[in-house]
């Protein structure tokens, strides 16, 4: 059962709307969320998605500019949850242009109405989807829309989906010192494209040269608008592939096992082991076709 309903400014944990059953402060709540929000940032361990506390959960997701938050049983479906949560933050900003917002809040009275729609329907959102799916698949701590910075100064890249499976398992002397050498390599982390349609090869070219950007040598630890890893996985998720597609293999991807990655253009080392160049610098590439009941992975 839904108890409460917060929609808080991003960038300034301004409390825009609230409906509510539960007698608490909605600004105080918003503070409060925003704080530790901004504080599992600053340690780079991404965004929460959600929280439990003795008799409810706290379900939150984000999107450029809002924050939507519901409060719901433990006994409820949080995946379910979490779909109305990311529909709230998108219709929220469709409706209102908040670059241009007065501050005054009781423009967002009549968002009840949309509000009361949006639980009412029963469509559901691909992105969500897909991120519901990958989180089963992959495992890690779930972010949405991701806008991160490979470098001071350079174009921010959106990630549809990240994954945060915490740091690496390792096991050889070779990428331990990698490891240590380069900080930005010791998180497992996944970046998720998903294209609600037919995947084209521009599309897949200009992502993964976008992610060719990321994994710096040396960043200074209070720069807060670098991302600082390097992924360990690639995923490229459609409901349908070109057939263009598969001609980009031999130009973006090199091959090792029978699987295709690429590698950091800032980290793109040749520190030779006795196996040669060290996996640790790879990040893996995967396509997935997107089917009932369960996705099928044509490309790896």
């Not at 331990?176 to 380069?182: C, E, I, N």
């Not at 096992?257 to 040749?270: A, V």
Request: with cysteine; hydrophobic share 40%; charged share 30%.
């Amino acid at each position: 059962m839904l108890h409460s309903v917060i929609i808080i400014k991003k960038d300034s944990g301004i409390c825009l709307f609230s409906e509510k059953e539960l007698d608490f402060d909605s600004t105080l709540f918003s503070g409060f969320l925003t704080a530790v929000q901004n504080f599992a940032e600053n340690l780079k361990i991404g965004r929460l998605t959600s929280f439990v506390t003795n008799d409810k959960v706290v379900v939150i997701s984000s999107s450029e500019q809002v924050i939507a938050s519901l409060i719901v049983d433990l006994e409820d479906n949080i995946d379910d949850w979490f779909s109305k949560a990311y529909i709230i933050c998108e219709e929220f900003e469709k409706k209102y242009n908040l670059e241009e917002w007065s501050g005054e809040i009781g423009n967002f009275e009549e968002f009840s109405e949309i509000l009361k729609e949006i639980f009412k329907s029963e469509k559901k959102n691909f992105l969500v989807e897909v991120a519901k799916w990958a989180k089963k698949e992959f495992g890690g701590e779930l972010q949405i829309n991701a806008l991160l910075s490979p470098e001071k100064g350079a174009s921010k890249l959106k990630v549809d989906i990240l994954l945060d499976r915490g740091e690496l398992d390792i096991s050889t002397i070779y990428d331990k010192l990698s490891v240590f050498r380069f900080q930005g390599l010791k998180k497992d982390i996944i970046f998720i494209k998903v294209i609600d349609g037919i995947v084209g090869r521009g599309e897949i070219k200009d992502f993964i040269e976008s992610v060719e950007q990321f994994g710096q040598m040396e960043i200074d630890e209070k720069d807060e608008e670098i991302f600082p890893y390097f992924p360990k996985m690639i995923v490229i998720v459609g409901r349908e592939f070109s057939d263009t597609v598969f001609d980009l293999t031999d130009k973006l991807y090199r091959v090792k096992n029978k699987k295709h990655f690429i590698q950091s253009k800032n980290l793109n080392l040749k520190l030779l082991g006795p196996i040669g160049k060290l996996e640790i610098f790879n990040a893996w590439v995967e396509y997935w076709k997107w089917k009932e009941p369960y996705p099928e992975r044509i490309f790896k």
